[in-house]
């Protein structure tokens, strides 16, 4: 019995994926373990793995989106399977088209019921498959904007349009890092109704990912917003002597690092913050795993990815801030992978480290419960006792969303939070060293 | 060359009387000739005498079948019915007309004209109003010509009457008052040549007799909202001048045919059909076709059996997806009230 290939689900958020290319050849041998396909989801890549041994028969082309769980391939035990396989395809000169029929059905169990035979089709007219022929389009990666979603000529047009002004886009995973330098393709200044255009930026790949992603977030959410600042005195005094032992520490401690490192105990303090509301269910979870705003590009302007730091509220700060190292590292290499930008349950963004602001709207990252933004780090004259004092304060605005956690829960989590911040973690007292 | 202005029925007539002075084996025959019901045999008779012009009766299947006999014998009989309706009767002898040559192998000619009117728009009830252009396409061996200009009519009908083959000959009695230019040279226009009577590039259109005239009002009008249709005219439907309309199929990837006959198996289906066969990889929308609804025309229910102008601008604008537009233009005013 031949093997499928199945798209899996990659993050919490991506509903479709790209299949970007195929790794191995239509009827050729591979190993189990080997790469057979490269995939896309929103910003990251994924290598599929052969299930199994045996002859790989492809069933969708590369370069088209296809949903989650769609079954794009099949390795066939042996010949003899593959040419069942294939047989009555024959006539099918122009190689594996688009998932059809029964093969793309969506294969979630309990999924939407009574969809038409034709979902997962792709329609176009004649002279649209044609143009996208010539171009070396592929239809699957068209919007079509006739009846039924047909693609046709003027769309195949515009997608030709589009891929002139930003020709690094076809093919973006081969070089994740390449995506961000593609947006901003310069092309020669044009006029557009009266208004002159210096330049025009693709609104896609990465840049759309993000702005969906944002967008979904303000559709869906009913996001509050609470803000403050932290007495850093005492962590000051802790990460001063961090510093100087950074390398028995093996590592920088910063205090993005404390402050990830004290929210997943709070988080652990205070579960209901760790939760996500899917269908008519709050879902407390049973990982903390954190998600890290990267920035991308000097001057923050080429996007940004949020890896997640795994089970952060079971590891050390000197784990966290290794963790946040490596992870920071990869990410503006573009070198991270499906894992690593999956699962988070609660983000951290610290726009402080790059910024001048104190404060911000954090906007959530769906489907989490809350984000804790962090702005700068600034000395500022606080009332202590009957006296005045000058003291390390930091930051801090947290968006959670209303339907899960009301403002005097979120009030309970960020005064669990304060003191932590405020007082440290007492397991911080292991890692003093003279 | 100097062009002026005479109607579709004025140059028909001197048209016949050029082709007659010309060849003496021409002969006119048919309903209501000496009389001239129509009028574009107005004349004919005084001039040419009752051996050349032929007043037959009411007598379809025979004045056909005599014209076959006299075409085989060498002359150049033009058949005259009156009106294409009333050639039903005559489809026995029309078969034979189309198959003969090739039954004889090619050894006989048969240069005969089946020449009449055909249309509505006037009012003039189910008898009087038919265009049967597919009824005549399908019998093999004839050729059909439906002119939609005067100087078309002109130059069609002088390379009908020369042509060795059997042809019917079918003029919209909505154009016989329209006046146009007319060359002053011989001017025979060869069969099986579209003319594309308007340029554009977002809808091809292909039309024939008194539709061209609608076509390229409507035409007109949706180029003031920016709607670009280009309007081809077959001239001779067998021939079918198809590459032609698909050269401009394949610019516009939109095709709309409008004709007036019967839509079911009619030339809108043919020729859609054919746009299909040789243009399938170029084509944006699925091909349209308007022609005449299935039941009859009359009086007072010609505007909802015929094509009418809105229609085809409806079809126009549901190819291109946009916004329907009113085009008020009113097809079928009676002729008697030029």
């Known amino acids: 019995m031949a093997e499928e290939l199945i798209v899996p689900k990659l993050g919490m958020a991506a509903a479709v994926v790209t299949l970007t290319a195929w790794k191995a050849q239509e009827g050729a041998r591979v190993e189990k373990g080997d790469t057979v396909l490269d995939i896309e989801a929103e910003k990251t890549t994924f290598e599929m793995p052969a299930p199994i041994s045996g002859i790989l028969h492809i069933?969708?082309?590369?370069?088209?989106?296809?949903?989650?769980?769609?079954?794009?391939?099949?390795?066939?035990?042996?010949?003899?399977?593959?040419?069942?396989?294939?047989?009555?395809?024959?006539?099918?000169?122009?190689?594996?088209?688009?998932?059809?029929?029964?093969?793309?059905?969506?294969?979630?169990?309990?999924?939407?019921?009574?969809?038409?035979?034709?979902?997962?089709?792709t329609f176009a007219t004649p002279i649209a498959r044609?143009?996208?022929?010539?171009?070396?389009?592929?239809?699957?990666?068209?919007?079509?904007?006739?009846?039924?979603?047909?693609?046709?000529?003027?769309?195949?047009?515009?997608a030709i349009e589009r891929r002139k002004l930003s020709p690094a886009l076809p093919s973006p995973v081969s070089a994740p890092e390449g995506v961000p330098t593609a947006m901003y393709t310069p092309v020669a200044e044009k006029e557009a109704g009266e208004r002159r255009v210096r330049e025009t930026i693709p609104y896609?790949?990465?840049?759309?990912?993000?702005?969906?992603?944002?967008?979904?977030?303000?559709?869906?959410?009913?996001?509050?917003?609470?803000?403050?600042?932290?007495?850093?005195?005492?962590?000051?005094?802790?990460?001063?002597?961090?510093?100087?032992?950074?390398?028995r520490l093996g590592t920088r401690i910063t205090y993005a690092d404390l402050v990830i490192h004290a929210v997943a105990k709070a988080l652990a303090a205070f579960p209901l913050m760790n939760s996500s509301l899917i269908g008519s269910e709050i879902r407390i979870w049973g990982e903390i795993n954190i998600g890290m705003a990267v920035a991308l590009g000097d001057d923050g302007t080429r996007g940004l990815v949020v890896p997640v730091i795994r089970n952060a509220d079971k590891m050390t700060?000197?784990?966290?801030?290794?963790?946040?190292?490596?992870?920071?590292?990869?990410?503006?290499?573009?070198?991270?992978?499906?894992?690593?930008m999956s699962g988070g349950t609660f983000t951290v963004t610290n726009f402080g480290s790059l910024g001048v602001s104190s404060y911000s709207t954090p906007i959530i990252n769906p489907p989490e419960s809350g984000i804790l933004g962090i702005g700068r780090l600034q000395k500022k004259p606080i009332v202590r006792g009957e006296g005045i004092l000058i003291a390390p304060m930091l930051p801090y605005s947290l968006t959670h969303d209303h339907r899960v956690i009301d403002?005097?829960?979120?009030?309970?989590?960020?005064?669990?939070?304060?003191?932590?911040m405020e007082n440290t973690s007492a397991d911080l007292n292991e890692l003093i060293l003279f | 060359m100097v062009r002026q202005q005479r109607s579709m029925l004025e140059v028909l007539n001197t048209t016949l009387v050029e082709e007659m002075e010309r060849d003496p084996k021409v002969v006119y025959m048919g309903e209501c000739v000496v009389g001239s019901a129509m009028g574009m045999t107005q004349g004919l008779y005084e001039k040419f005498g009752p051996s050349r012009v032929i007043e037959t009766g009411l007598v379809e299947n025979t004045m056909v079948a005599a014209g076959i006999g006299m075409a085989e014998r060498g002359y150049r009989p033009i058949?005259?019915?009156?009106?294409?309706?009333?050639?039903?009767?005559?489809?026995?002898?029309?078969?034979?007309?189309?198959?003969?040559?090739?039954?004889?192998?090619g050894k006989l000619n048969i240069p005969m004209v089946i020449l009449t009117t055909m249309g509505g728009y006037l009012g003039l009830g189910a008898e009087h109003s038919g265009c049967p252009e597919s009824q005549i396409m399908h019998m093999p061996g004839l050729k059909l010509v439906v002119p939609s200009?005067?100087?078309?009519?002109?130059?069609?009908?002088?390379?009908?009457?020369?042509?060795?083959?059997?042809?019917?000959?079918?003029?919209?009695?909505?154009?016989?008052?329209?006046?146009?230019?007319?060359?002053?040279d011989d001017g025979a226009i060869p069969f099986g040549v579209a003319d594309i009577k308007r340029e554009g590039t977002d809808v091809t259109i292909v039309a024939t007799a008194y539709q061209v005239k609608l076509c390229l009002d409507v035409a007109e009008k949706l180029a003031a909202k920016g709607i670009s249709v280009e309007v081809i005219d077959p001239r001779t439907l067998v021939p079918l001048d198809i590459e032609t309309i698909v050269k401009s199929v394949k610019k516009t990837n939109r095709a709309?045919?409008?004709?007036?006959?019967?839509?079911?198996?009619?030339?809108?289906?043919?020729?859609?059909?054919?746009?299909?066969?040789?243009?399938?990889?170029?084509?944006?929308?699925?091909?349209?076709?308007?022609?005449?609804?299935?039941?009859?025309?009359?009086?007072?229910?010609?505007?909802?059996?015929?094509?009418q102008p809105q229609e085809i601008a409806d079809a126009v604008t549901s190819l291109v997806h946009a916004d329907r537009v009113e085009v008020n233009i009113q097809a079928g005013k009676s002729f008697a009230r030029r």
Request: charged content about 25%; overall charge negative.
């Open chain 1, 317 to 340: 700060l000197v784990e966290i801030s290794k963790a946040t190292k490596d992870l920071g590292k990869r990410a503006r290499e573009g070198r991270l992978g499906a894992p690593e």
């Open chain 1, 59 to 121: 069933l969708a082309p590369q370069g088209v989106e296809t949903d989650v769980n769609t079954v794009v391939g099949l390795i066939a035990l042996n010949e003899e399977e593959y040419a069942a396989l294939t047989a009555g395809e024959a006539d099918d000169a122009d190689g594996p088209q688009a998932p059809q029929g029964a093969l793309a059905q969506d294969m979630q169990a309990g999924a939407e019921t009574g969809e038409e035979a034709d979902a997962g089709r």
């Open chain 2, 79 to 105: 058949i005259d019915p009156m009106m294409a309706d009333f050639l039903t009767p005559a489809y026995a002898a029309m078969t034979v007309a189309g198959k003969n040559r090739f039954m004889h192998g």
């Open chain 1, 130 to 158: 044609r143009l996208a022929k010539e171009a070396g389009l592929d239809l699957g990666a068209i919007a079509g904007t006739g009846p039924r979603g047909r693609i046709q000529r003027d769309d195949v047009h515009k």
């Open chain 1, 204 to 247: 896609a790949g990465m840049r759309k990912a993000i702005g969906e992603n944002m967008m979904r977030s303000l559709a869906i959410n009913a996001p509050n917003t609470m803000s403050g600042d932290y007495d850093l005195t005492i962590m000051a005094k802790y990460r001063e002597n961090f510093v100087q032992h950074e390398s």
């Open chain 1, 407 to 420: 403002g005097a829960a979120a009030e309970k989590f960020l005064g669990v939070l304060k003191d932590i």
């Open chain 2, 149 to 184: 200009t005067v100087n078309d009519a002109r130059g069609l009908l002088k390379t009908a009457i020369r042509d060795n083959n059997p042809v019917v000959y079918f003029f919209h009695k909505r154009l016989m008052r329209e006046k146009g230019e007319v060359s002053e």
């Open chain 2, 256 to 307: 709309l045919v409008v004709d007036e006959d019967y839509i079911t198996c009619g030339v809108g289906g043919e020729i859609a059909m054919q746009i299909m066969e040789h243009a399938f990889d170029y084509l944006d929308e699925p091909v349209k076709r308007i022609g005449a609804k299935g039941w009859v025309p009359a009086t007072s229910v010609d505007r909802f059996v015929l094509p």
